[in-house]
């Protein structure tokens, strides 16, 4: 046997030893409307196949999903598997107009795709319009066959989904806001696994129980399904240990409390070390926006030890134990976290860099145009709110989806001039002059060759006001190589880099009045959106796209479009 066919038959035997485990998991969605009481009142809810939260999809490395998408509710509806890297399969990624155009009310679509090289704690949810506010599940990522957990097996597993609840359609809400240009309405509740908790009216009987034992550790899969709300969690009186995120390993570190962008995902063990009781975990508000109203309530689920469980105890079950909540705007918190995280193993970054690439990220006020009555503008001084990225406001194409348009070269639908660097510099985190709170909209992507080296740095403006954006990568995994406040530096804060072994993660919580700066490769032919992750910001246009280039061969090309993507 020749030395090229002993290679080629040793992979053959290696595909197949890793094909072999591997399995094609088929599932059916039903959208569709359902009665859901909480607080109170009962709702025409939209959620997948009845349930609320959605039903939590477990795999393992290598395995094949095909979910099947049937929408028997009103509104359109697509599903995006986020942080799903969907090699090759950018047809099956989910953001409506952007790679597919939604599956209208009646019809159906079948996302089929691979998860390959991802272990750990995704989810799935809707990408059209609000629905995601009630449609959303947890995406479990086993180890493939044979192996296991880099850390003690758990005993137990539990997903923890954080969410947020208005007591009214929610689609109604987003409607509403878009017609005034104010800001949306608030939430009036935030959920663990769809119940809001003790703390909430009418909703104590529901309440989420997360089973312990004395001696085990379990596995929480902590997930922030918020809306628009970055969330601090805690357990009282327990440490966590986290040793996972956006399904990457890290390196074990503990902690009293997480901070979850919406969108982030959170692995921690939760020892069963404290006297046998109840225990509250709570999440609140992460407020970093001065001045914007916000939902202030409290969210609880319980930590029960069995032995003080009902069942134990005839129903005299103790009052659980609250913990005491980080501030509503404590960033040092949210920064001492944050910068807590490391790759588990040595993280193989990219260093010579092809595009060096500088993106503002914040909101903006537009004027009111000429031809709207009052009441359509009711931001601040009588303007409209908005968003951009390098003063570009996106603006989604609505009679085809960029991919189709890219794949079929239909033109007129996008252009590539997306800005490499903000068109005006300026004091990004001062104080700013009016003239800068305009930007102007367009659909602007930006190429990337196959396999270029990308670093990006993010950073955040005081227009109208910092925050801490949580912005979220399709289609990529990419390496968070330094975090800071201020305007970024690049004489002075290239030495604060992390080449080493940085966090891998598809979403990065840029601080409020500062900056982060991410790098991957561009190794993943589509059409792929970055935006920002808190769902009133991406309405008003706080998002961008890259056009990454096919490559040479099959192995580095987007396979053709399945036969029943949907038509706009």
Known sequence: MGIFNKFSFIFLVLFLALSANAEVQRHRFVIQATKVKRLCKTHNTITVNGMFPGPTLEIKNGDTLEVQVVNKARYNVTIHWHGVRQMRTGWADGPEFVTQ??????????????????????????????????????????PR????????????????????????????????????????????????????????????????????????TNLLRVINAALNQPLFFKVANHKLTVVGADASYTKPFTTSVLMLGPGQTTDVLIRGDQPPSRYYMAARAYQSAQNAPFDNTTTTAILEYKSASCAAKKCNAPTPIMPSLPAYNDTNTVTAFSQSFRSREKAEVPTDIDESLFFTIGLGLNNCPPNFRKRRCQGPNGTRFTASMNNVSFVLPRNFSLLQAHQQG???????????????????????????????????????????????????????????????????????????????????????????????????????????????????????????????????????????????????????????????
């Open 101 to 142: 155009c939604p599956i209208r009310p009646g019809g159906s679509y079948t996302y089929r795709f691979t998860v390959q090289g991802q272990e750990g704690t995704l989810w799935w949810h809707a990408h059209s319009s609000w629905l995601r506010a009630t449609v959303y599940g947890a995406l479990i990522i086993r």
């Open 410 to 568: 239909i033109p007129g639908v996008f252009t590539t001039d997306f800005p490499a660097n903000p068109p005006l510099k300026f004091d990004y985190t001062g104080n700013l002059s009016r003239s800068l709170f305009q930007p102007v909209p367009g659909t602007k992507l930006y190429k990337l060759k196959y396999g270029s080296r990308v670093q990006i740095v993010l950073q955040d403006t005081s227009i109208v006001t910092p925050e801490n954006h949580p912005i979220h990568l399709h289609g990529y995994d990419f390496y968070i190589i330094a975090q800071g406040f201020g305007n970024f530096d690049s004489k002075k804060d290239t030495s604060k880099f992390n080449l080493v072994d940085p966090p891998m993660r598809n979403t990065v919580g840029v601080p409020v009045n500062g900056w982060a700066v991410i790098r991957f490769v561009a190794d993943n032919p589509g059409v792929w959106i970055m935006h920002c992750h808190l769902d009133v910001h991406i309405n008003w246009g706080l998002a961008m796209a890259f056009l990454v280039e096919n490559g040479v061969g099959e192995l580095q090309t987007i396979q053709p479009p399945p036969p029943d993507l949907p038509m706009c």
């Open 145 to 216: 066959e044979g192996k296991s957990y880099p850390f003690p097996k758990p005993k137990r597993e539990t997903p923890i989904l954080l969410g947020e609840w208005w007591d009214t359609n929610p689609i109604d809400v987003v409607r509403e806001a878009t017609r005034t240009g104010a800001a949306p309405n608030a939430s009036d509740a935030y959920t663990i696994n769809a119940q809001p908790g003790d703390l909430y009216k009418c909703s104590s009987k529901e309440t989420t129980i997360a089973p312990i034992d004395s001696g085990e």
